[in-house]
């Protein structure tokens, strides 16, 4: 059973800094073969995919984030990272990790695994 465990959330003023990580186990093929993603929801809101690496390490980002968020991954460690700065209140959310696969026309991630507990980002003066 494929374990992922998310850290690194905590409580950051506006323009602040924080590096999530997520600590992948047990899956079928190596972590390198898989796509990552991190997912955020905040209150009341739909879950949201913020950034993906695939296996070839290409990345994508959802529009809020770009040029802030930086998604890489260490395939030695089975870990994959969301370095996250200039932080704004509306990053505020769970944030959480899933492992998966492209859809044939690359256009879409699908996610694989079952939701952990995530960890939570604040962004708050």
């Known amino acids: 059973q494929v374990q992922l465990l998310e850290s690194g959330g905590g409580l950051v003023q506006p323009g602040g800094s924080l590096r999530l990580s997520c600590a992948a186990s047990?899956?079928?093929?190596?972590?390198?073969?898989?796509?990552m993603g991190w997912y955020r929801q905040a209150p009341g809101k739909q879950r949201e995919l913020v950034a993906t690496?695939?296996?070839?390490?290409?990345?994508d980002y959802v529009d809020s984030v770009k040029g802030r968020f930086t998604i890489s991954r260490d395939s030695a460690k089975n870990t994959v990272y969301l370095q996250m700065d200039s932080l704004k209140p509306e990053d505020t959310a769970v944030y959480y990790c899933?492992?998966?696969?492209?859809?044939?026309?690359?256009?879409?991630?699908?996610?694989?695994?079952?939701w952990g507990q995530g960890t939570q980002v604040t962004v708050s003066s």
């Open positions: 899933n492992y998966g696969m492209f859809t044939r026309d690359g256009i879409s991630f699908r996610p694989f695994g079952s």
């Open positions: 047990g899956m079928a093929l190596p972590f390198g073969a898989y796509a």
């Open positions: 690496i695939r296996s070839g390490e290409s990345t």
